[in-house]
């Protein structure tokens, strides 16, 4: 009946490594399901990620995926190597001079490591290995688009269809159907030039999105007016458009024919490359009529699709 305090010890500890064993053998068991899955998706030569090793390989401070040169402090603690400026050489664990130690082990794990790409949930299902993936994700064509509305410091990105909701609902831009239009842009102040665009127009046509914008800036010395249109998809999709613009009056007139852009590009690239229609501000107001007190302007254009 009586028990030697020492026997009930040594139970609990017994079932304690009991407990543990059980966690591991869980653990391995999980692994190997995720190691299955990335078989069936089409992994190859190398070791589909599990979570624990995928975490090894964040960064602790900045928590981005570590690419080499990867660094240690003497007690093996990793960094990557922008952080590892930012903190001044000191070990942002423990505090030690980082020194330049590699963690060339980790470098060489990360090497035999396959992921998928980051844009998974957009739609793109292809897996890489570690050091092509960042250079697949720059150009993957599942990756979002940055809100195509010029002059604000909009920081929505999104697939196509979410940005044409975005544009309508929170930019309140107009939305036309068809491929021809016909614009008037007035404005009654056209001597002070801000850089903004004053009108963008989102056009469906062919099944696609169009933006066009009409906008005033300084080119130089110069205040100009631009109008171009850019393409909401990629690059190799905006080659098979065309678009003209016209604009003129008392039988005058300028025709711009180009290629819409992808909203790939930067609204203030495509400005600044002046790939659309430019009217400078006297021919503008020649065109307005009347006092040069108001700038009337009527901009007609098409969109067709090339065979
Ligand atoms: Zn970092
Ligand atoms: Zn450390
Ligand atoms: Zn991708
Ligand atoms: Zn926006």
Request: contains cysteine; charged residues 20%; glycine residues 6%.
């Amino acid at each position: 009946m009586y028990r030697y305090p020492g026997s009930t010890f040594k139970e609990v500890l017994e079932s304690h490594i009991t407990i543990s064993d059980y966690d591991v053998a869980v653990k391995s068991e999980s692994t190997s399901t995720v190691t299955k899955t990335a078989a069936g998706l089409g992994s190859k030569n190398g070791v589909y990620s599990t979570n624990g090793v995928h975490e090894l390989l964040e960064c602790p401070v900045c928590t981005s995926l570590m690419y080499p040169p990867i660094h240690q402090c003497p007690n093996g603690h990793t960094l990557c190597s922008n952080c590892k400026v930012r903190v001044h050489n000191c070990c942002p664990t423990c505090r030690y001079d980082l020194g330049n130690i590699r963690c060339l082990a980790l470098e060489k794990v990360a090497e035999s490591l396959e992921l998928p790409c980051t844009y998974q949930s957009f739609g793109c299902h292809d897996i890489f290995p570690y050091y092509s993936k960042l250079k697949h994700e720059q150009h993957c064509r599942f990756r979002p688009y940055n809100c195509p509305y010029a002059g604000s410091e909009c920081s929505i990105t999104g697939d196509i269809p979410t940005l044409v909701a975005h544009l309508k609902d929170d930019h309140k831009v107009d939305m036309h159907d068809g491929c021809t239009f016909n614009h008037r842009y007035v404005k009654s102040n056209p001597h002070e030039v801000e850089n903004a665009t004053w009108m963008l127009t989102v056009f469906n046509c062919f099944g696609r999105q169009f933006c066009l914008h009409f906008e005033a800036f300084q080119l130089g010395m110069a205040p100009v007016y631009m109008a171009f249109l850019r393409f909401m998809g990629d690059d190799n999709d905006s080659k098979k458009f065309s678009y003209s613009l016209e604009v003129g009056a008392n039988g005058r007139k300028l025709i711009w024919q180009g290629i819409p852009r992808s909203i790939r590009d930067s609204h203030r690239k495509v400005r600044d490359s002046q790939d659309g229609l430019i009217i400078q501000r006297n021919l503008a107001l020649y065109f307005s009529g009347g006092d040069r007190q108001e700038l009337k302007l009527r901009v007609t254009g098409r969109i067709w699709k090339e065979e």
